[in-house]
């Protein structure tokens, strides 16, 4: 199966590149050749998506999949159907579970749940995507298959504040500074390693039977917010001071977090997999976050490099810290 990743390299991506090579799958990534990952055994057209003009290589292919993990808004989306159509039996669209609505009216989320997030561009853009591929492939036949990730990790942090591509918070913590989890860190949520996801994912290239439907991947643990943070303190080897401050006080002070805790980790989500187990038998995740954030830890500590600490982030920690305290 000739299958072609638009990125591939990414935190969410590597671990399903991987598997997709070790399956078989004859794999191309398109990328700009900037990243320092190298999958072996998949081909490599450098090239930048953005440029379509530019790319003679990858327009002499046709493929049974195209995968894009970087698409984030309507033109994105134009762009690729002017592409591929009638050059894939399969195109894939990376979307977000931030996408579903907000809030929710039911907290257990299937993929028939509504899609509607006014709090976060990030997320409207995903639902626009969403819409003008539902458009092409009931007008147009156009092969699309959504996928909907939610707080996938490898080799970042999955935590609300200070984390993701950051090092902030975990800093903190070995530093014995205070941390804050929103609310009062009950809320539930899940996490899912970037392994796991690939198995469910890798069983969607190709399967015809997934076209035209959305799926999300995510693990069955279920976490509080508390048990996330202290699970990342063990795996640092250290106890998490922590300071409980409400969403609504954090966005207020200050509005850059609204995306990632209104938009999106505020409220208790818990997502029904059945669907993905359905199409894809035998998926299951199997790497618990005790477990996978050890993994991440070890690979950021053996790659200082990563350890980014951005002042920015750390400068609206300490201000939310200060303003919660009436300092």
């Given at each position: 199966m000739k299958v072609l990743f638009i990125g591939g390299t990414g935190n969410i991506s590597t671990p399903s590149s991987r598997l997709a090579v070790a399956k078989g799958m004859d794999l191309y990534l398109l990328n700009r050749g900037k990243a320092k990952v190298e999958i072996e055994g998949a081909h490599s057209?450098?090239?930048?998506?953005?440029k379509p003009?530019?790319?003679?290589?990858?327009?002499?292919?046709?493929?049974?999949?195209?995968?894009?993990?970087?698409?984030?808004?309507?033109?994105d989306i134009e762009r690729d159907i002017?592409?591929?159509?009638?050059?894939?039996?399969?195109?894939?669209?990376?979307?977000s579970a931030s996408c579903y609505q907000t809030p929710l009216s039911y907290p257990v989320i299937t993929?028939?749940?509504?899609?509607?997030?006014?709090l976060w561009d990030y997320s409207q853009g995903k639902i626009q995507c969403e819409d003008r591929l539902q458009k092409a492939y009931r007008e147009e036949g156009f092969p699309t298959t959504i996928v909907r990730p939610s707080l996938t990790y490898d080799t970042v942090i999955p935590i609300a504040i200070g984390g993701f591509n950051k090092f902030n918070t975990a800093q903190r913590i070995l530093d014995g500074k205070e941390i804050i989890i929103h609310g009062d860190g009950t809320s539930l949520w899940t996490v899912t390693h970037s392994d796991d996801f690939a198995k469910g994912f890798v069983g969607l290239l190709g399967l015809q039977t997934a076209i035209g439907h959305a799926f999300h991947i995510t693990s069955d643990e279920v976490l509080t917010w508390n048990m996330i943070y202290k699970i990342l303190a063990d795996a640092l080897g250290k106890e998490a001071k922590v300071v409980h401050i409400a969403s609504d006080f954090i966005c207020k002070v200050e509005p850059s977090f609204t995306g990632t805790l209104l938009a999106d980790k505020a409220e208790s989500v818990l997502f029904d997999n059945t669907k993905i187990k359905t199409f894809v038998p035998g998926f299951k995740a199997t790497i618990p976050f005790s477990e996978g954030i050890k993994r991440t830890i070890k690979w950021?500590?053996?790659?200082?490099e990563h350890q980014n600490i951005d002042e920015e982030t750390e400068a609206k920690i300490e201000n939310v810290l200060k303003a919660?305290?009436?300092l």
């Open positions: 057209i450098i090239g930048d998506i953005n003009n530019e790319l003679t290589e990858l327009k002499k292919h046709e493929w049974d999949v195209v995968v894009n993990w970087i698409a984030f808004t309507p033109d002017e592409l591929f159509k009638g050059k894939t039996k399969q195109y894939i669209f990376i979307s993929e028939s749940t509504p899609l509607h997030n006014n950021l500590l053996e790659n200082p919660y305290k009436g």
